[in-house]
């Protein structure tokens, strides 16, 4: 069991955990997660963490098929500028390996943005704190449990 998982169950959240064979090779651990769970690239959505000018952590949970928009994604956090956030900044912050990083069970609770196109789908499929495991929930779910809040932060 992972934090993100234990989390979720502590909680009594429905979700569902899957599982596949993670490839070293794949160039996208966010496609390579549709591909093999047989769902769309807008359905699963991966976690980036960003650094606001005021040198804030902010996760931001986007689907796979659209990129970050760090100028939305600052605005939603309050802040007027971001950048990616440096792996070992990430990986301390969070206690998860890059690949894996999940917005639940965080080492360190983070302000956490969630794309509003999450909202389309009964479930989104996130990273369940490891490499070829994704955790599937409900988005109001997922905003409950990180106090997230939803903007537009996609491009």
Same mark, same amino acid.
């Given at each position: 069991m992972t934090p993100a998982i234990n989390l979720? !169950? !502590?909680?009594?959240?429905?979700?569902?955990?899957?599982?596949?064979?993670?490839?070293?090779?794949?160039?996208?651990?966010?496609?390579e997660a549709a591909e093999k769970l047989g769902v769309s690239t807008a359905q699963v959505f991966k976690t980036? =963490?960003?650094?606001?000018?005021? !040198?804030?952590?902010?996760?931001? =949970?986007?689907? =796979?098929s659209h990129n970050l928009n760090l100028k939305a994604a600052a605005k939603a956090a309050n802040g007027k500028k971001a950048n990616m956030a440096d792996k070992q900044d990430v990986q301390r912050s969070t206690g998860y390996v890059l690949g894996g990083v999940s917005p639940l069970g965080q080492k360190k609770r983070l302000t956490t943005i969630i794309d509003e196109s999450a909202n389309n789908f009964a479930t989104i499929y996130v990273s369940a704190g490891k490499r070829g495991l994704e955790i599937e929930l409900a988005p109001q779910d997922l905003q409950t449990l990180c106090s997230a809040q939803f903007?537009?932060?996609?491009?």
């Open positions: 979720a !169950k !502590k909680h009594k959240i429905a979700h569902t955990i899957h599982e596949y064979i993670h490839d070293d090779n794949h160039p996208s651990f966010g496609e980036l =963490v960003i650094e606001l000018d005021s !040198k804030q952590l902010v996760v931001c =949970v986007v689907p =796979v903007f537009d932060i996609k491009s």
